[in-house]
């Protein structure tokens, strides 16, 4: 059973700063892809951040931003604590929401270079953890 476990959130005022850190109860090397979400009331959860493998045969990752926060935010990871990290800056209350961290786990195919086969991710998430921008 794989558990993520949020922490960081809070109510902070606009320009002010927070950062969230998730942390994982087995090795995120175990996981192909990790990240952040966030979700709103009555609004479909979003992809705000992510590192990505690129591939199975190599360590090289990808890191992917939502367009509302690139040049704010930065996803990070620490593999010795099995943590990753969203480091949310110049915050607004538009980033108001429940923030979830997401971690996945790719099938390849045995072809060559392994593909990501489509859905047939494993998917976890952790409770999420409140965000609030207010002055």
């Known amino acids: 059973q794989v558990q993520l476990v949020e922490s960081g959130g809070g109510l902070v005022q606009p320009g002010e700063s927070l950062r969230l850190s998730c942390a994982a109860s087995?090795?995120?090397?175990?996981?192909?892809?990790m990240g952040w979400y966030r979700q709103i009331p009555g609004k479909e959860r979003e992809l705000v951040a992510s590192?990505?493998?690129?591939?199975?045969?190599?360590?090289?990752?990808?890191?992917d931003y939502a367009d509302s926060v690139k040049g704010r935010f930065t996803i990070s990871r620490d593999d010795a604590k099995s943590t990753i990290y969203l480091q949310m800056n110049n915050l607004t209350p538009e980033d108001t929401a429940v923030y979830y961290c997401?971690?996945?786990?790719?099938?390849?195919?045995?072809?060559?270079?392994?593909?990501?086969?489509?859905?047939?991710?494993?998917?976890?998430w952790g409770q999420g953890t409140q965000v609030t921008v207010s002055s």
């Open positions: 997401h971690a996945g786990v790719f099938t390849w195919t045995a072809s060559n270079p392994p593909r990501v086969v489509p859905g047939r991710t494993r998917h976890y």
């Open positions: 087995r090795s995120i090397f175990s996981f192909n892809e």
């Open positions: 590192i990505s493998s690129d591939s199975s045969l190599s360590s090289t990752t990808t890191t």
